[in-house]
């Protein structure tokens, strides 16, 4: 007991009141189960397309998946498909080993924080643990889910990150394998069927819908004239993202409470489905919200010296791929970010710059390091930093720090 008092005393004197009474009530709401009348859960088939899409909209699947196609915001990629088969002998990395990392996946081999291959079959139990095999309930809000036990909860969400469908999108690049987007829309109803909003272990943490996002929307754009991508595939995508995207805002505040990546992640996911889905009711607040956060945490969490809040690299990184995203993004669809959040990202890269070893990409051991890679768009080891630095240089100085590598493919993307 005073074990405890002394915490709260501690949280209080470097956190706040106020921080300190949002975090006891958000206790309060989950042990109550007031959350979950908050974020209820419910099936897919209970809130069809129409129920999420501004009035004007057509919901038909046809009518739909053709409005979409007319009037898709842009993506990162599209300047860039028709030169692919043209430039791809002379890359200086190996198209091959995304070909290979791709089969591994249709073959149930997913790799597991950015450097371990692990059997999980195909699709993956999305409620099981591969190493140690627990598997969690999948039938409970997730709010009633504990994040603590014999099993360690990252394991659970590793493949629900969707980390595979950019092997999958830079093989088919390459190859035009419709196997590959078969894969990805297969995956993508696999997992709807066993995650029903709200419900299980992959609703938990809004950071995860987030970058469950990315890969999505990074696989869509890829496999939209794939003959696999049906009309009533597009509609109940539609209806995923938005899903996700309500998931994420109507639990936003715990997000910004943490003051951390998660914050970042968050804001980003919000922003992405706001520009990128401007059909759906709520983009225009998701729009807005996200980048109002976005550009507040870079200026509360990037220090004027360039260095991070977390004091880790890992994560370093782990941001500033989500901002090079947004930053991307939004120059794309005309809504730029500020200046002084591109300053800030410009002296994150600088900063980073000055602790690689060019030789290898090597960064020091410095931080925590969970194994998160947001964009694993190269085949470089997870410890090799100059893909992010060649990618942060090109983005914010037109420059190339490094000669050219295997670390240029992201660039390409």
């Given amino acids: 007991m005073l074990n405890n008092f002394c915490n709260l005393n501690s949280l209080y004197r470097s956190l706040g009141a106020r921080w300190l009474m949002f975090r006891v009530g958000y206790a309060l709401r989950m042990r109550t189960g007031l ?57 200086p990395w190996d198209p091959q080993l995304a070909v290979d990392e791709a089969e591994r996946a249709l073959n149930g081999e997913l790799k597991y924080f950015a450097h371990e291959f692990i ?139 943490t003051r951390s990546n998660h914050t970042i992640s968050e804001a980003f996911g919000l922003w992405l489905v706001g520009i990128l889905f401007p059909e759906l009711n709520e983009a225009e607040k998701y729009l807005a919200f996200g980048r109002r956060l976005l550009e507040q945490e870079a200026a509360a969490q990037i220090f004027p010296d360039g260095s991070y809040s977390m004091h880790s690299l890992n994560y370093h990184r782990f941001i500033l791929h989500l901002y090079f995203c947004a930053l991307r993004l939004g120059e794309l669809n005309g809504s730029p970010f500020s200046e002084a959040l591109k300053d800030r990202v410009a002296r994150s890269i600088e900063y980073l710059y000055e602790l690689i070893d060019p030789e290898t990409g090597q960064m020091p051991v410095y ?36 000669p050219p590598g295997a670390w240029d493919e992201d660039i390409f993307w």
């Fill in 35 to 91: 959350i979950r009348s908050q974020i209820p859960s419910y099936n897919w088939k209970d809130r069809p397309l129409e129920t999420w899409l501004k009035k004007e909209i057509p919901s038909q699947p046809e009518v739909y998946a053709q409005w979409r196609r007319q009037h898709s915001p842009k993506f990162f990629f599209e300047p860039l498909r028709a030169e692919w088969s043209a430039s791809r002998d002379e890359a």
């Fill in 119 to 257: 059997k999980t079959g195909f699709p993956p139990d999305w409620h099981r643990d591969p190493v140690s095999g627990i598997k969690l309930d999948a039938s409970k809000h997730w709010s009633e889910i504990s994040n603590e036990g014999d099993v360690d909860i990252k394991f659970i969400w590793e493949a629900s990150r969707f980390s595979m469908v950019y092997p999958l999108v830079r093989a088919y690049a390459l190859t035009r394998d419709e196997r590959l987007a078969e894969a990805f829309w297969e995956l993508v109803q696999a997992w709807a069927e066993s995650n029903p909003p709200n419900t299980g272990p992959n609703w938990m943490d809004g950071q995860e819908a987030a970058l469950r996002l990315l890969a999505w929307t990074f696989g869509f754009y890829a496999f939209m004239d794939a003959p696999s991508t049906t009309p009533a595939r597009i509609a109940q995508f539609t209806v995923m993202v938005a899903a996700h995207a309500e998931r994420i805002h109507k639990n936003i505040d715990y997000a910004i409470s």
């Fill in 367 to 402: 931080g925590s390091n969970d194994g998160a890679l947001v964009l694993p768009l190269n085949d470089c080891d997870f410890t090799d930093y100059r893909p992010l630095l060649q990618l942060g240089f090109y983005l914010t100085k037109k420059e190339l720090p490094f």
